[in-house]
Nanobody
Framework: QVQLVESGGGLVQPGGSLRLSCVAS????????MAWARQAPGKGLEWVSG???????YYADSVKGRFTISRDNDKNTVYLQMNNLKPEDTAKYYC???????????????????WGQGTQVTVSA
């Protein structure tokens, strides 16, 4: 079955950096677009970034210029480098995929078939 396992979250001060990782199994990773989304306490799901199987990266306006998505198809892993973090970036971050090369700017959980369990990012002084 499909498994997505995120890691790399934590507590960081404003202006700091974190790198999230998501390891995928059970999908043909090098034919699958991957995405990151987040959910802050009491708020809805927010799409953050996505990357096609062979590259082509997209970002929400709220993170453009601060976050970078990348992937290593040999390691079945997608990354999210987050720089200049702000308190409003505090959320649980999830990776997601449909298992093929389609990009969806998810706003609901049903927009993707496969989700990881999430990793918490807290930005606070």
């Amino acid at each position: 079955q499909v498994q997505l396992v995120e890691s790399g979250g934590g507590l960081v001060q404003p202006g700091g950096s974190l790198r999230l990782s998501c390891v995928a199994s059970g999908v043909t990773f090098d034919h699958s677009a991957m995405a990151w989304a987040r959910q802050a306490p009491g708020k809805g799901l927010e799409w953050v970034s996505g990357i096609y199987s062979r590259g082509g990266e997209y970002y929400a306006d709220s993170v453009k210029g601060r976050f970078t998505i990348s992937r290593d198809n040999d390691k079945n892993t997608v990354y999210l480098q987050m720089n200049n973090l702000k308190p409003e970036d505090t959320a649980k971050y999830y990776c997601a995929t449909q298992g093929w090369d389609t990009m969806i700017k998810a706003t609901t959980w049903s927009d993707y078939d496969y989700w990881g369990q999430g990793t918490q990012v807290t930005v606070s002084a």
